[in-house]
């Protein structure tokens, strides 16, 4: 993306989801050079987005997760499901079943991985789940942020976000010990014009991570190769949706 780099962050709300967060990171040479990363959080769902042209492999590539939680008999919040729809346009994906999914671009420009958590504190086991992308702006140094998204028992989903970092070397997840936060220009609502690039439309392959009630070692990977999404939950449209499920399942207890 060259040396000049505008990086804006966005927050506004909505009555569906009481944050809303943008992140828009544009070219100043370049104006088509962008990345755009839109989060949508309610106590039930996260909704994640990433739509970027900042790899010179392909011209846009697009990437959504959704995150759910329900209540249970205890009137508790847990994790319901983790999606994943990742479009067509790489080959790098590379898909791990219950814990994790990544990709790295074919020219080695811009990485992202979904990656399950559990922290153990004695007999209390914490899950979480990580959004971690990254992006190269020069031949040295890479952009990178975290998303962790995780679930309270009695307010539902929390996602926070860390960074943006200005880091060294290679864009693939590694520390970055030298890391500097990078301090951004605070704006209301996005523009139509950058909503509705993170919003196109894109055929991928569609990832179940994680679903509840189902044991450690099943893995259910369903992929769409000649779909189209758009939209989220009720409103959501499905063109041309053709399912392949594959599903392995080895002993184990339940989650």
């Given at each position: 993306?060259?040396?000049?780099?505008?990086?804006?962050?966005?927050?506004?709300?909505?009555?569906?989801?009481?944050?809303k967060?943008?992140?828009?990171?544009?070219?100043?040479?370049?104006k088509?050079?962008?990345?755009?990363?839109?989060?949508?959080?309610?106590?039930?769902?996260?909704?994640?987005?990433?739509?970027?042209?900042?790899?010179?492999?392909?011209?846009?590539?697009?990437?959504?997760?959704?995150?759910?939680?329900?209540?249970?008999?205890?009137?508790?919040?847990?994790?319901?499901?983790?999606?994943?729809?990742?479009?067509?346009?790489?080959?790098?994906?590379?898909?791990?079943?219950?814990?994790?999914?990544?990709?790295?671009?074919?020219?080695?420009?811009?990485?992202?991985?979904?990656?399950?958590k559990?922290?153990s504190?004695?007999?209390?086991?914490?899950?979480?789940?990580?959004?971690?992308?990254?992006?190269?702006?020069?031949?040295?140094?890479?952009?990178?942020?975290?998303?962790?998204?995780?679930?309270?028992?009695?307010?539902?989903?929390?996602?926070?976000?860390?960074?943006?970092?200005?880091?060294?070397?290679?864009?693939?997840?590694?520390?970055?010990?030298?890391?500097?936060?990078?301090?951004?220009?605070?704006?209301?609502?996005?523009?139509?014009?950058?909503?509705?690039?993170?919003?196109?439309?894109?055929?991928?392959?569609?990832?179940?991570?994680?679903?509840?009630?189902?044991?450690?070692n099943?893995?259910?990977?369903?992929?769409?190769?000649?779909?189209?999404?758009?939209?989220?939950?009720?409103?959501?449209?499905?063109?041309?949706?053709?399912?392949?499920?594959?599903?392995?399942?080895?002993?184990?207890?339940?989650?």
């Amino acid at each position: 993306m060259g040396n000049g780099l505008s990086m804006k962050l966005h927050k506004w709300s909505s009555p569906a989801f009481p944050e809303k967060i943008a992140l828009i990171c544009t070219s100043l040479t370049d104006k088509s050079k962008r990345s755009i990363f839109r989060l949508k959080v309610s106590p039930e769902r996260v909704l994640l987005r990433l739509a970027e042209s900042v790899c010179d492999h392909h011209p846009v590539r697009l990437f959504h997760m959704e995150v759910a939680a329900q209540r249970d008999a205890m009137n508790c919040f847990n994790f319901l499901q983790v999606r994943v729809v990742v479009d067509d346009t790489s080959q790098q994906t590379q898909y791990k079943g219950e814990d994790s999914l990544s990709d790295l671009c074919g020219r080695k420009s811009c990485f992202y991985e979904v990656m399950r958590k559990v922290e153990s504190n004695g007999s209390v086991e914490t899950v979480s789940w990580e959004f971690f992308h990254s992006y190269r702006v020069t031949l040295t140094r890479h952009i990178r942020y975290h998303v962790i998204i995780e679930c309270d028992k009695e307010t539902g989903i929390r996602a926070n976000i860390r960074g943006p970092f200005e880091c060294e070397g290679s864009v693939v997840r590694e520390e970055c010990p030298k890391g500097s936060p990078i301090q951004l220009v605070e704006k209301g609502k996005p523009s139509k014009a950058m909503r509705a690039f993170a919003e196109s439309e894109f055929k991928g392959k569609e990832y179940i991570l994680f679903a509840c009630g189902a044991s450690r070692n099943q893995s259910v990977n369903i992929v769409n190769t000649g779909a189209v999404f758009h939209g989220h939950g009720n409103a959501s449209t499905y063109i041309d949706c053709k399912i392949d499920m594959q599903t392995s399942v080895e002993n184990s207890p339940s989650l």
